[in-house]
């Protein structure tokens, strides 16, 4: 009931740079979420990763921990959906993010296609085949190692 108010406490303090923490809190405050309660993001969970992604988007080089704490949080979210949903969200993003979102959606996609079943990657197959492509012929070489285990 008061899940959808919580939520948007913690993500709008994704984007707050300060005060020192904030991001990083309200990370880890949703990778609790996530893990302890996953049902409660069936209705949130492409609200939820538009938001990571942009806040990944958003940080700089010197903010690495954050990224990663960015990525395990959207890899933990995308590990509680349906598989189709889940390619769902990241295929928009692959096929028109540049690096390094580019590079961590590639992977978390490679995840993603690990847990189906050959039958349904293979239905998948004409959805996600042009952004790996496409990835695979980008001049960065972490984007290119990307598309390749993908």
């Keep these: 009931k008061n899940f959808g ?8 303090s994704l984007v707050q740079r300060e005060p020192q923490g904030v991001r990083e809190t309200a990370l ?4 609790e979420l996530v893990t302890g309660q996953p049902s409660f993001f069936s209705d949130f969970a492409e609200v939820v990763a538009t938001k990571l992604f942009e806040t990944y988007r958003n940080c700089s080089q010197v903010e690495r921990h954050t990224a990663a704490m960015v990525d395990r949080t959207i890899e933990r979210l995308l590990g509680t959906i349906e598989t189709t ?4 969200i990241l295929v928009p993003v692959i096929n028109s993010e540049t690096v390094p979102l580019l590079q961590v959606a590639t992977r978390l996609l490679s995840g993603v296609l690990r ?3 050959p039958k349904e990657v293979l239905a998948h197959l004409e959805t996600v085949l042009p952004g790996v492509v496409a990835a695979f012929s980008n001049p960065n070489p972490d984007v290119r190692k990307a598309a390749v285990f993908c």
């Excluded at 880890?28 to 990778?31: A, G």
């Excluded at 949903?85 to 769902?88: D, F, G, K, L, S």
């Design 5 to 12: 108010r919580a939520l948007i406490l913690v993500l709008d």
């Design 115 to 117: 847990k189906m079943p």
């Design 85 to 88: 949903r889940a390619i769902e």
């Design 28 to 31: 880890l405050c949703l990778q």
